[in-house]
């Protein structure tokens, strides 16, 4: 029969979930209507097929829910999983996870209730970084099995947790590279091409761009330029103008980088955030102390002002412009032991935006000294 076919599918994609479940909806309301009245065995027919159609609720809710928790990580203001949605309810009672361990033997895609009860066990312990590694090799041991996007969407949840990583001082070199890694897969493996789309997303684009000059890794820039080509054509000379304005400064060509973020006009206010954030580090750079003092007022009011930016990355953007700030003082009073306790303090601290830029212009400062 068609339904026992669909139901016992090896493709266990959301996609194929989300039309067995339904294909199983449209049988189920006909046998209600048509068939099963009187006769007990009937009944409990009906019942078993309403058993298995509620394990493909259960495989499309829990898949939507960890889909909704990692874009809201992502600041996606189109998820809502905010102190008062029910998202954060039901994840606070751990309903979704209990789900799947209920359904457990009854699933039929099995792959796929490893893969989100595996990302579960990983988000609910999320100090342990062995369950980063588990999680990362049941998928990578069924990628084939999965279409680009819905691949690309799995390896978006571990690169969530590689950048919250990235803020605690042990793992941010570890997870730095990681994330690197799995962005170049996605870019090598062209992931970001589905059904749907032919294009790499900005966002992406912009996400590896700026973990990748926070290294200084020139190189890998270059290689990131050339995937430019796949952006959406109406942004692509402003992204390949923004990458090349990091591509100067990381080189030490500070005054092409300048005109370069001329050319990024952009209604974006994530990238004119980061332009004005990398003309920050310019003018620290070449000692500008009246163009960085205002431009750290300006971008100070730029992150007051964006309601998409969620409290915790504002508090990370503001600490790290309180210690640039501080350090602008600092050098202009050539204060060197001031200075030296200052690093002290942002070596230690947790939440630390541009960690690798920090520790860069303390080998600058002092092996001038």
Not at 3 to 17: H, Q, Y
Not at 52 to 59: D, P, Q, R, S
Not at 326 to 335: A, P, S, T
């Amino acid at each position: 029969m068609p339904n026992e076919i669909i139901l016992n599918a090896s493709n266990g994609s959301v996609v194929t979930i989300t039309n067995s479940l339904h294909y199983q909806a449209a049988v189920l309301n006909f046998k209600t209507e048509n068939s099963y009245t009187n006769k007990s065995h009937q009944v409990a027919t009906l019942f078993d097929d309403y058993g298995k159609f509620l394990v493909y609720l259960i495989n499309v809710f829990v898949s939507e829910f960890l889909n909704a928790k990692i874009c809201f990580y992502n600041d996606n203001d189109s998820y809502d999983f905010g102190k008062s949605s029910l998202y954060r309810d039901l994840d606070n009672k751990r309903i979704f996870a209990n789900l799947l361990q209920i359904a457990k033997d009854r699933n039929p895609f099995n792959y796929v209730h490893d893969m989100n009860l595996s990302f579960l066990n990983l988000m609910e312990n999320p100090h342990c970084v062995t369950e980063y590694f588990k999680h990362k090799e049941v998928l990578f041991q069924n990628k084939d099995r999965f279409k680009n996007d819905e691949l690309e969407l799995h390896l978006n949840f571990l690169k969530t947790y590689c950048i919250e990583k990235c803020y605690e001082i042990e793992h941010r070199e570890k997870f730095s590279n990681e994330y690197i890694e799995l962005e170049f897969y996605i870019l090598e493996e062209k992931l970001f091409q589905s059904r749907n789309t032919k294009t790499l997303q900005s966002r992406s684009f912009r996400n590896i761009l700026l973990f990748l000059a926070n290294k200084k890794e020139a190189g890998r820039i270059s290689e990131l330029i050339e995937y430019s080509s796949y952006l959406h054509p109406d942004c692509r000379t402003v992204y390949r103008n923004y990458a090349k304005a990091y591509l100067n400064y990381c080189n030490g060509q500070l005054p092409e980088s300048i005109k370069l973020t001329k050319k990024v006009n952009s209604a974006d206010k994530q990238i004119l955030l980061d332009i004005s954030l990398l003309k920050l580090k310019i003018y620290f750079d070449t000692r500008n102390y009246l163009k960085g003092f205002d431009k750290l007022h300006s971008v100070r009011r730029m992150i007051n002002k964006d309601r998409k930016i969620n409290t915790e990355r504002k508090k990370r953007y503001r600490v790290f412009l309180n210690y640039l700030e501080k350090l602008f003082k600092k050098i202009e009073k050539d204060d060197e032991a001031g200075i030296s306790l200052l690093f002290q303090q942002i070596f230690t601290t947790h939440n630390l935006l541009y960690s690798e830029w920090f520790k860069d212009k303390h080998h600058e400062i002092f092996s001038i000294h």
